[in-house]
């Protein structure tokens, strides 16, 4: 069964711009996890999804966004983009999202704003 | 609010040196902590979870041990491919499902 795939692997972006990050989860899961991973705050949760429909958020600002399709898959969305969202973005996905469930994740898309 | 602590941040073994790498954790109540393997600009790779007090996995030369305040990753007799972050999460009763990570331990291990 192939695993977590996320596009692009690498990115650079300058200051202002905007930038769309990709991930197909795990064929069979319908639920969808972002977090953003830096060597200062380790990782952290963005944002969740399932059947289309954001059902958990973390503390950031509204400058990140993020949707599922119905075929699972999800995109997030960093706008206005600062030298602070440098980082490793991750996805995860699980069955149905919930307790005792494992998450799988992707290999990530490394950002760089410069 | 939920506490993941991992410890150390760093440790650097030889070879065949066993040793283990601690998680604590504070939270109202455990529904699973969850260990996972990071390699560097890779994703986490899930390798265990426990439920319960008491309740122990293996894999390799990796076991992990759970109490009411903490979890064990034990290596024994570590090889140089063990090298990488280790991370711990875990899952809080009455709170959100989403588990929270700890800052992970990085292991290095020389031939």
């Known amino acids: 069964k192939a695993g977590v795939t996320q596009t692009p692997r690498y990115l650079i972006k300058t200051r202002g711009q905007q930038v769309t990050l990709s991930c197909s989860p795990i064929s069979g899961h319908r639920s969808v996890s972002w977090y953003q991973q830096t060597p200062g705050q380790g990782l952290q949760f963005l944002f969740e999804y399932f059947s289309e429909t954001q059902r958990n958020k973390g503390n950031f600002p509204g400058r990140f966004s993020g949707r599922q399709f119905s075929n699972s898959r999800s995109e997030m969305n960093v706008s206005t983009l600062e030298l602070g969202d440098s980082a490793l973005y991750l996805c995860?996905?699980?069955?149905?999202?919930?307790?005792?469930?494992?998450?799988?994740f992707g290999p990530g898309t490394r950002l760089l704003v410069l | 609010e939920d506490q993941v602590t991992q410890s150390p941040e760093a440790l650097r073994l030889q070879e065949g040196e066993s040793s283990s790498l601690n998680c604590s954790y504070t939270?109202?109540?455990?529904?699973?902590l969850f260990w996972y393997r990071q390699d560097p600009g890779k994703g986490p790779e899930f390798l265990f979870t426990?439920?319960?007090a008491g309740e122990e996995k293996e894999k390799e030369r990796l076991k992990a041990t759970l109490t009411k305040k903490e979890s064990f990753l034990h290596i024994t007799a570590p090889k140089p491919e063990d090298s990488a972050t280790y991370l711990c999460a875990v899952q809080a009763v009455g709170g959100s499902y989403i588990p929270t990570f700890g800052r992970g331990t990085s292991l290095i291990v020389h031939p």
């Open positions: 939270v109202s109540g455990l529904r699973g």
């Open positions: 426990l439920y319960s």
């Open positions: 995860a996905s699980s069955l149905l999202g919930g307790y005792q469930e494992t998450q799988y």
